[in-house]
């Protein structure tokens, strides 16, 4: 079982940055593939970025390509997704999520935390 909590969300200008954190208690990240969701108002839930649990690859969605970066800190047990160029559109609620290695689906999620970009 482990704990995951985002921090970081908050309320930043169009083409502005945010950085995202994920802590995690309970077990150490390094038994996880690690990912990145958002769901905005009256919308599905949406792929943002997954990292493997070394941490050497990654996948982000289309949506996202080339303004986001997911990155980990297994020693500090924590996960990061930096966010630039930010848009109106990604405004939503971001979710982290872990994986057990070799599980088909993402087993444990933490409440969220609110990212809203100003136009």
């Known amino acids: 079982q482990v704990q995951l909590v985002e921090s970081g969300g908050g309320l930043v200008q169009n083409g502005g940055s945010l950085r995202l954190s994920c802590a995690a208690s309970?077990?150490?990240?390094?038994?996880?593939?690690m990912g990145w969701f958002r769901q905005a108002p009256g919308k599905e839930r949406e792929f943002v970025a997954s990292?493997?649990?070394?941490?050497?690859?990654?996948d982000s969605g289309d949506s996202v390509k080339g303004r986001f970066t997911i990155s980990r800190d297994n020693a500090k047990n924590t996960v990061y997704l930096q966010m630039n160029s930010l848009k109106p559109e990604d405004t939503a609620i971001y979710y982290c999520?872990?994986?057990?290695?070799?599980?088909?689906?993402?087993?444990?999620w933490g409440p969220g935390t609110q990212v809203t970009v100003s136009s």
């Open positions: 999520a872990a994986r057990p290695l070799l599980a088909a689906s993402w087993s444990f």
């Open positions: 309970g077990r150490t990240l390094s038994l996880y593939r």
């Open positions: 990292i493997s649990a070394s941490g050497d690859s990654t």
